[in-house]
């Protein structure tokens, strides 16, 4: 696949004005309102716990007494000083389900289940809910519709709104590997949205930091894809990779014609995981919503369009990174990577 390099050398660079700490203090009249609680099952269960039986201690006698032991651990183990569950105990007070000073939790908001019981449509609503209400799921979604907003305009931010409005983000790590900057066109983006800098000069952590745990809870509640613009060809200079993520607009209808006929012009071999890509940064449809329409597309116009077979060894699913996916479909159990077309007579 051809190397498609992404031009920022003219880009300048703008800093996210983002929500500080002191200004966050008035939205929820406390501070810390970075939680890293990435486990829906994890913060669902110990609600739970905190519910029926109160903190009458510390938080570490209330996590060797009611957690530890008793409710399973998803992304690491219990600690016997409690500082996992403090991070759910503060998770649950930034987001209104439990009361900052009294610590008794709002009642009925999970209905009791056995620790480590699978999510249910009805868990996964209450965590939708959290998403789109509390303030700083609202800032980073705010980067999909404008990195220029307002305090005032990103607390106004509505669900509808996010889905119906949004566009296509491209991120990286202009340092490391942690994303830290922003950038919203593939054809030689004029701005470089970068994360705020601390007083040595980096990125500041905490923003750094959440925006895997936002990538995190969108995922998880099927909100967002994501793609790896490398395994497209795509890079930015100095071969840095970098992805991209979008809301999933629902009901789209999707123009498989229509991207051909612009994307891949006189085109006869076409490659159907660029196509796919395509369909996707322009429709902002699911994957396989995407992978289907052009199923469908070859199955409408069969009498002009071949599928070309591959096989296992050419997409190896093993060597992918835990949240890349393959574009290419499966069509009779088997992938299918280019569409070719006949020419009419």
Known sequence: MPTKKVDISKAKTEYLNLITETEALEIIHKGWSLPFVYSFQELRDVYLAFCKYGQDGTVAEFSNKHVKGVIPAVRSKWDDKGRRVL?????????????????????GVFKEVEPGAPLREEDLSVFREIFFHYFRFQEYCSLFVNPRMTTKEKLALT??????????????????????????????????????LNDKGNAKGGFVRFWDMFLSWA????????????????????????????????????????????????????????????????????????????????????????????????????????????????????????LKLRKNG
């Open 159 to 196: 669900e509808h709104y996010i889905m119906r409005q949004s566009g296509v983000l491209y991120y990286y790590g202009s340092v490391s590997t942690r994303v830290d900057t922003f950038f919203y066109t593939l054809s030689s983006p004029e701005t470089l949205y970068h994360f705020p």
């Open 219 to 338: 995922t998880q509640l099927e909100l967002l894809e994501r793609l790896n613009m490398k395994r497209q060809g795509y890079l930015l200079p100095n071969d840095k990779s970098f992805s991209a993520a979008y809301f999933i607009e629902s009901g789209v209808k999707v123009d498989v014609q229509g991207v051909l006929d612009v994307k891949f012009f006189r085109q006869l071999l076409i490659d159907i995981s660029d196509l796919v890509m395509e369909l996707c940064l322009q429709y902002r449809c699911g994957i396989s919503i995407a992978q289907q329409a052009v199923i469908d597309y070859y199955l409408a116009h069969s009498d002009v369009v071949s599928l070309i077979r591959t096989s296992e060894i050419f997409i190896k699913e093993t060597e992918l990174n835990k949240n890349d996916r393959i574009l290419y479909p499966k069509y009779k159990g088997s992938f299918v990577s280019h």
């Open 87 to 107: 991070e759910i105990k503060n998770a649950l007070i930034n987001f209104g389900v439990m009361h900052q000073k009294t610590l008794v939790c709002k009642k």
